[in-house]
């Protein structure tokens, strides 16, 4: 008989019986779930689900209730640079040029010896994750001389630039215009095909998720369980051309045919705001 919870141990990523809370309240109840290894996992539910909750505990920014996460086989820790993350807002340094926001990892904690004899060999990686993201024109502004797109193209190679072995992202085109929202949809499935890499994308547009991702997971409480946190609902493969959204004229249409229990339970209006 297979064991799930060794088949669950045995995967890139493993969330396995997963409880946290706030102040008293359950957000996240026995949750259980598993990312093999360059998988494009898009995460949505109703506000207030847990998504972002999950994510953090993900990253190391926030222990776990209890339950355990396992990456590679091993727990995780505090946050390191094998779990990278973008989030909604620009992670740019005001003071420092675009090279320099993107390289900012290489220098920290060394001393100003040892960066001297390191700094032209970063700085040659730097530009060369520059022009990768189609940004190595920019590479001696400054972010307020960038538009919204174009800081978090340098984001996300700010964060490639440290080479995670999974890329976790919390809504971060969520406060762009349309064009360039799509734009950069388009840009992350290269990054994603290009570094063969594990995606993580939390969202809370489910046309988003469905354009992007390789598997859908939907968060959510269950009604017939006596938990209040959530847990996974739904966990689909959208890979198949049937399934997922595509970027064409005939988007719509594509999505009209969405599952109705895919729609109903990511976007449930009654949940409660505030995680």
Request: charged share 25%; proline share 5%; net charge negative.
């Amino acid at each position: 008989m297979i064991d799930q919870e060794d088949v669950a141990r045995s995967a890139f990523l493993s969330c396995i019986n997963i409880c946290h809370s706030y102040q008293g309240k359950d957000v996240l109840s026995n949750l259980d779930l598993s990312i093999q290894e360059g998988e494009f996992v898009t995460l949505v539910g109703p506000s207030g689900c847990g998504k972002s909750t999950l994510l953090r505990l993900i990253i190391g920014q926030e222990r776990v209730g209890s339950g355990e996460i396992i990456l590679s086989g091993e727990p995780i820790g505090p946050p390191d640079p094998k779990r990278g993350v973008v989030f909604q807002n620009y992670s740019l340094f005001p003071h420092l040029t675009v090279l320099e926001n993107v390289i900012l990892s290489k220098k920290l904690g060394l001393s100003r010896w040892a960066w001297r004899n390191l700094r032209r060999e970063a700085e040659e990686e730097g530009r060369d994750m520059l022009q990768m993201v189609k940004m190595i024109d920019h590479a001696k502004k400054y972010p307020h001389q960038l538009s919204g797109g174009q800081r978090q193209r340098v984001a996300i190679a700010q964060t490639l630039l440290q080479k995670p072995t999974i890329l976790c992202m919390d809504e971060p085109f969520s406060a762009l215009d349309p064009k360039t929202r799509e734009s950069l949809q388009l840009f992350l499935k290269e990054i994603w095909k290009d570094f063969k890499m594990t995606i993580l994308f939390v969202t809370h547009d489910l046309e988003e998720a469905l354009i992007l991702g390789t598997r859908l997971v939907s968060l959510g409480a269950n009604q017939s369980s006596s938990a209040n946190g959530s847990k996974v609902l739904i966990d689909r493969d959208i890979s198949d051309p049937c399934i997922q959204a595509t970027l064409d004229a005939e988007r719509r249409n594509k999505l009209r045919g969405i599952p109705e229990e895919i729609r109903r339970l990511a976007t449930d209006p009654n949940m409660d705001d505030g995680v």
